[in-house]
């Protein structure tokens, strides 16, 4: 078996796991699922009380007119940026070189849509003001992840977003929030998520995050785009016949969790701080601003998976479940934290993070 | 209470529905779920037992290379036709003019596509061979729709299938099956989904018609057509973290009606008689070559709502939940025979159109 499937699998077996809500498996549908009554009657094609009810409860948790649920993000926002560019007649967006939508969509915006992108800020920080003031190219939208998940979850302060948000109106550019981790920085910004959201002409927010729910998201704005959003859902084939498993299970975790995650932020900053005493690491940001932060070691990936497998096996504590490359001679792995922390017994973490600095120790002396 | 909304509460409330295999409640995903164990890991973007087993386990049955499952036919289908167009460096397709891409998707294969249909046949029958043969416009594929639903669920017979294939072949075109009811056509053709299939380069099933799953399709063919369809499902925004409510009520539907689809087809044609025994009554197809028909009122849908609706009460019996429009003199309804069907009394059935019967004389008179 290679390094990189042992360590998977013993993230797996192990005692306790430092990140996330649990395993993804079928339990997580079967718990949201089991208090409902089997009667309860489908959604059909984006219509009935399942999906409408939610719609309305998460546009008014985001302070918008109006709602729809999509079965994935990638869909939403490509939606979310060819409606704004219709509107304008002018096929280009803005956003960060690590967007989502420049890296994991197989450049679906483009051969799909004809969208073109233009690349703000590099990709070790997060989008300015300035960066936005001195695009020399018209674009129908400048699309914004909270906070940027490629760098560790990094987040501009709130009033240069204020700052961003006004220049965008005055300059009749659309704003659109990429948030499949919104609720999770509510408490560094010491926001309400409406109070995020006004910020922006549409917000994207995901169920399968910091939520923890099975997939799908939420697309929300005025009337008449979310309106113009379903005829795409649906030219898309993502108007499924029913998407209440997405739905109902969004809704449930969503009350599970929706109050949690000041806590899950507090946890990802003695976390970061208890990486950050090991030999060799350091996370970005050095302080997270959410439930997450990537943790890097001066190591490439093949150096860095036995010591966090050996570890993990040693301690019975999960570190991560897989090991990322940064270049040649340094990796890291994502933390998100989730509900499994606080079940860690504090000094088998303790125990945990002394083992793991002395075994980088070892390995970097 | 408008007259359809009526007729879609009496419909719910009746003792026995003669169409479909009952409520779309989520009890049906309760079911499929209830004998497996929590433990089962989720599918990851594509990957993982649950929905490779199940691609490799379909692609099986329908003699293909290989298959990937597909939130929506809609998004497998435009797939399907992006792909062989792109192969030809040709935006151009056929298929009937009541095909689904032409009338319930929104445009989606021409305003994300931008692929252009040549519509062949006219709206009251099937594709024929000469059809084909007489095609003025060169394409990159012919799609093909069995049973073509909206007539009713008519069918070619095999033969002109066999004809049609080893035309397209020959000129080089791509034949894609729209076979949205594949197994449902089995019984008539008495062939296998496999002998069917070898006929087309390219296959799209669906697993909540007469399987009843709850959404999700198969998109079959040869391993370098489905790899590339992988990619287009994630440019779709269709490449869910998780996927397996669907993949586990298709499997579990699938197992269980596989083998129902004669009877089926054998009550659908005593169904039809019943029906064509009634005044003014005719069904399309006169007799039906699947599991579904149309069923023809001579009278605007207003003045059959009321007819169909005081059968329902009186007898208990659920003919259908709504009518449809023909044209300002005519009507129709759907109907697809699943499990439902089986378990009504025979005595109430031959009750419920003697009275049928009855209402309609009156109103014909």
């Not at 042992?6 to 077996?13: G, N, P, S, V």
């Not at 948790?61 to 649920?69: D, P, T």
């Not at 073109?116 to 960066?131: F, P, Q, Y």
Request: charged content about 25%; overall charge negative; glycine content about 6%.
């Amino acid at each position: 078996m290679s390094a990189t499937k042992q360590l998977a699998e013993a993230f797996k077996k192990s005692r306790y796991q430092i990140p996330g809500h649990g395993p993804r498996n079928i339990q997580v549908l079967k718990h949201a699922l089991a208090e409902l009554d089997g009667s309860l009657e489908s959604d059909i094609y984006g219509k009935g009380a399942i999906i409408e009810e939610f719609e309305k409860k998460i546009a008014a948790v985001l302070g918008k007119e109006s709602a729809v649920f999509f079965p994935s993000g990638t869909m939403a926002q490509q939606i979310a940026l060819r409606i704004w560019c219709d509107q304008k007649s002018l096929s280009k967006v803005a956003y960060h070189p690590l967007s989502h939508l420049e890296i994991h969509e197989e450049d679906g915006l483009k051969k799909l849509h004809r969208i073109e992108s233009v690349l703000l800020a590099d990709k070790t920080r997060v989008i300015r003001l300035e960066d936005v003031q001195n695009m020399d190219t018209e674009v129908a939208c400048l699309l914004l992840e909270l906070p940027q998940r490629e760098i560790g979850g990094q987040l501009p302060e709130f009033d240069e977003l204020v700052a961003i948000s006004a220049y965008c109106r005055e300059k009749g550019i659309k704003l659109q929030l990429d948030g499949a981790r919104l609720f999770e920085i509510l408490p560094y910004y010491q926001k309400t998520a409406a109070e995020v959201c006004s910020l922006f002409d549409s917000v994207y927010v995901s169920f399968y995050k910091g939520i923890g729910g099975l997939a799908g998201s939420i697309l929300a704005g005025d009337e008449a785009f979310t309106q113009e959003s379903k005829i795409w859902k649906r030219r898309h084939g993502g108007d499924l016949i029913s998407l209440y498993p997405y739905i109902l299970s969004a809704d449930y975790y969503f009350e599970k969790r929706k109050d949690r995650f000041p806590a899950y932020y507090e946890q990802a900053k003695e976390l970061a701080s208890l990486y950050n005493s090991c030999h060799g690491i350091k996370t970005v940001p050095a302080e997270p601003v959410s439930n997450m932060f990537h943790v890097h070691f001066p190591l490439p990936k093949e150096q860095a998976e036995p010591v966090i497998l050996s570890a993990c096996e040693e301690t019975g504590i999960g570190f991560a479940a897989s090991i990322l490359v940064v270049d040649e001679a340094n990796s890291y792995i994502e933390v998100s934290v989730g509900d499994n922390y606080a079940g860690i017994p504090a000094e088998a973490l303790q125990q945990a993070f002394r083992v793991l600095d002395q075994k980088l120790q070892e390995v970097l002396r």
